[in-house]
């Protein structure tokens, strides 16, 4: 394997120097060079005058015996004379194509010996698009073969520094609009499918708002970008008389698919939390490349084609020994069984598989045809369809987990709801207890007194006064157990009120401080507060003997934290799940998702925290 891997760099370094790819065809069929007399010429400069085609000497032009011409990545500009009859052997033509619609300048000539027959215009990618011969995105020449049997069809290229594919049909029209017919159909299929996966993927990163689907439908957008860049289609529509955009334009967009594309793995693997370290080097990698994205834009747009040249042949270097650097991270989490990184094995060796095809192709290991020539194309294609894939399955997981969640949240809420009606009825239990040994004892020894006592002032004072007391007590225990106080008052006022009553009986110094917002709690988790505080000052009272307490309530954000603690009594560590209210209150504290403990020892005091959430879209 480690030598498989080694032949694939060494073919991807080699990927700049390969031969250019001359092909010359008729409807398909590939000509015999041997046999057919064609030469080829070098220039130094793009001077593709007339008179430049006539200066060239008989000696400059040398026989082609082989579709490898070493000019690719060069400072030389190629020249190709055709012989019509030789093309004619294979049958009559009535279009030329030369399929490459990146060709910086090009011009053609028919020639008979040294007189010239017809000119065409300067034409190129690098010309206005009006200057192409007929309005497609490569050039097609309309010439009728038997029309010109002994002239020669001369072809003037320059593609200098980068790699130069030289692909020149002979179409007869009806073999020409099936070609057309097949390419524009192929094309229109990726396009379509890439612009539907898209809008798709926008339109869920927008419903669900998860980073993953943005990333996804830039990374679309971007390949869509390529495409129509690549086949010519966004020069011919979108900015045809702007020519310097093309040896902006389509390189960049390719080499920024790599962020999205690292990025969106990220998000699907989830690595930010399942694998830290790998985050936050893949962050730093996408800094570094796109700084020297930035800069090779920058020095790009110059319209030096040395320098252009330059970035492509590192991009050929960087952007697959990265891309093998997140292959190599994928396997890795894989094997870690990091959830979804099979796809993201697959999807990057897609690219490598589709890679390494186009660059054997160009190196004339394997045959030019449809599949090879596109392979790049193919793998884009591929690997997006895998991504969807990964996105359905995703999604798919998304709704489960979310029924599932919402099914854990109503049986939450139902608990919660059970659990507050238990406690409520335990405190009616308690308060009617109350009212029958408290009011109803003491409304008994004042009927009894009344009965017996003379109406004096003295007597008149003694019952007021009794009265005054029975009423305090009664006020008492209503602010105690009715939260219809909550209403009036709020949750903050409320508990104050609590507080200022235990201090006023004068048993316990309590001290109360609340930190936070007062005002943007909901009605049901006011009342839950209310409830938890109140069993916790019940018990200061009843059972801490203590003389001093500190209470302290906290509302930040969507967390609410309550803490109290007493230099009373204590209680046996042993004992403290057998006291019903505060059983009562740790049950109720994990239906919130929330902590609960109690720090306590015999003779040492008493302190208990709870924290837990209030989420504000449930309706408890």
């Known amino acids: 394997m480690l030598r498989n891997l080694l032949i694939y760099v060494l073919l991807l370094f080699m990927a700049p120097a390969a031969m250019a790819q001359l092909e010359i065809t008729s409807d398909g069929r590939q000509i015999d060079y041997r046999g057919a007399e064609i030469q080829y010429a070098f220039s130094s400069s793009n001077d593709f005058s007339d008179s430049a085609l006539f200066k060239m000497k008989k000696g400059d032009w040398k026989t082609l015996l082989t579709g490898k011409i070493p000019i690719s990545n060069s400072p030389h ?8 009859r030789s093309v004619l052997t294979y049958g009559d ?3 030329i194509d030369i399929n490459n619609p990146h060709i910086n300048f090009l011009r053609c000539w028919i020639i008979r010996k040294d007189s010239l027959i017809k000119a065409f215009p300067r034409s190129g990618d690098n010309v206005p698009f009006s200057n192409r011969p007929l309005p497609t995105a490569s050039f097609i020449y309309h010439i009728n073969g038997s029309d010109y049997l002994d002239c ?110 690292v990025n969106f793995f990220n998000n699907l693997m989830n690595l930010q939390e399942k694998m830290p370290l790998m985050y936050r080097f893949n962050k730093r990698l996408l800094v570094v490349f796109a700084v020297l994205f930035v800069l ?35 396997i890795y989490c894989f094997k870690k069984g990091i959830r979804y990184a099979g796809y993201s094995v697959i999807s990057l060796l897609i690219i490598f598989a589709s890679t390494l095809i186009y660059v054997l192709q160009q190196n004339e290991i394997l045959p030019r ?49 059970n659990e507050t009606a238990t406690y409520q009825q335990k405190e009616m239990q308690r308060m009617s ?22 109406l004096t002032e003295e007597g008149r004072a003694k019952i007021a006064g009794a009265i005054t007391k029975l009423g305090q007590e009664v006020r008492t225990m209503s602010h105690e157990f009715s939260p219809l106080v909550l209403q009036d008052k709020g949750l903050y006022l409320s508990i104050a ?27 049901q988790y006011e009342i839950i507060i209310y409830r938890m505080v ?15 307490g500190f209470l302290q309530v906290m509302v930040e954000q969507d967390l609410v934290s309550i803490y109290a603690e007493d230099n009373g009594v204590g209680l046996d560590p042993n004992k403290i799940s057998d006291g019903v209210g505060l059983k009562s209150l740790e049950d109720l504290v994990k239906l919130l998702k929330g902590s609960f403990s109690i720090d306590s020892s015999e003779d040492k005091g008493f302190s208990i925290s709870i924290e837990f959430n209030q989420h504000q879209h449930e309706n408890i």
């Open 77 to 84: 500009c190629v020249w190709l004379k055709i012989p019509v």
């Open 497 to 523: 009120e609590m507080v200022k009553l235990i201090i006023n009986n004068g048993k316990i110094d309590l001290q109360f401080e609340w930190l936070g917002v007062k005002d943007r709690i909901s009605v």
């Open 296 to 330: 090779a834009v920058a020095t790009s747009a110059s319209g030096n084609y040395k320098i252009q040249g330059y970035w492509v042949y590192a991009n050929r270097i960087i952007y697959p020994l990265v891309l093998m650097v997140i292959l190599a991270e994928s």
């Open 369 to 417: 045809n449809g599949f090879t020539s596109s392979a790049v194309y193919w793998g884009l294609f591929f690997e997006g369809m895998v991504m969807a894939f990964a996105l359905a399955w995703r999604f798919k997981s998304y709704k489960e987990d979310s029924e599932r969640l919402l099914k854990e949240t109503q049986l939450q809420q139902e608990n919660i709801f």
């Open 93 to 95: 033509f009535n279009f």
């Open 433 to 454: 207890s109350l009212l029958h040994d408290t009011v109803g004892a003491n409304l008994g020894f004042l009927r009894l007194e009344t009965d017996n006592m003379p």
């Open 534 to 548: 109140q069993e916790i000052l019940q018990n200061l009272l009843k059972h801490s003997k203590a003389t001093a």
């Open 152 to 261: 020669d069809f001369v072809i003037a290229t320059d593609k200098r520094y980068t790699k130069l594919d030289l692909p020149v049909n002979f179409y007869t029209e009806t073999y020409y609009l099936r070609s057309s017919q097949s390419k524009n159909l192929l094309f229109g299929l990726f396009l379509g499918i890439t612009l539907f996966l898209f809008v798709f993927n926008f339109y869920l990163f927008i419903s669900i708002r998860q980073n993953l689907y943005l990333w996804y439908s830039i990374y679309i957008l971007m390949i869509a970008f390529y495409l129509g860049t690549s086949m010519g289609h966004m020069f011919m529509y979108f900015y045809p008389d702007y020519p310097f955009l093309n040896d902006i334009i389509r390189p960049a967009v390719f080499a920024l698919s790599f962020i999205p594309q």
